[in-house]
């Protein structure tokens, strides 16, 4: 943060609120703050983790994945939360991290847009050694 930046939010529950045109925008700085810090956070607890896998010898048999439910409104559309739950793309899209070993090819990218309930078909289906083409997520 830079030292002219808003301090960051004493509140340790996620902030819901509407943004109006006369509020103080250094309050959804401050959040957005926080959150940023909190993701080099899970960024550095997900280094340690993958150190810890590849110490234990099971970077190639371990499959990690990390899902976030959905994505989180930082003053978009004049709202601050995520329980104001409308069809925003910064709302709808939900971060995922998979660290397949070997499993999965790296270069494997899928274009389709998955609901979460459809990822564990998903993953059993090009876990299961069949042909990486189409899994059934239905």
């Known amino acids: 943060c830079e030292e002219d930046d808003p301090p960051p939010p004493e509140e340790s529950e996620p902030p819901e609120f509407f943004v109006r045109d006369n509020d103080d925008l250094d309050r959804v700085t401050g959040w957005t703050q926080a959150a940023a810090a ?21 970077q190639e048999s371990c499959l990690l994945i990390v899902m976030g439910t959905g994505g989180y ?31 999965v090819p790296v270069t494997l990218h899928r274009h389709e847009i998955f ?23 239905e």
């Open 38 to 58: 909190q993701l080099v956070l899970l960024d550095q607890c997900l280094g340690a983790l993958d150190v810890a896998i590849e110490e234990r010898g099971w």
């Open 73 to 103: 409104s930082f003053g978009e559309h004049n709202y601050v939360g995520w329980k104001e739950r409308q069809l925003w793309s910064e709302t709808v899209q939900a971060p995922l991290i998979l660290r397949p070993g070997k499993q």
């Open 115 to 137: 609901q979460p309930e459809q990822l564990l078909p998903a993953v059993r289906f090009w876990l299961s050694g069949a042909s990486l083409g189409e899994p059934n997520t």
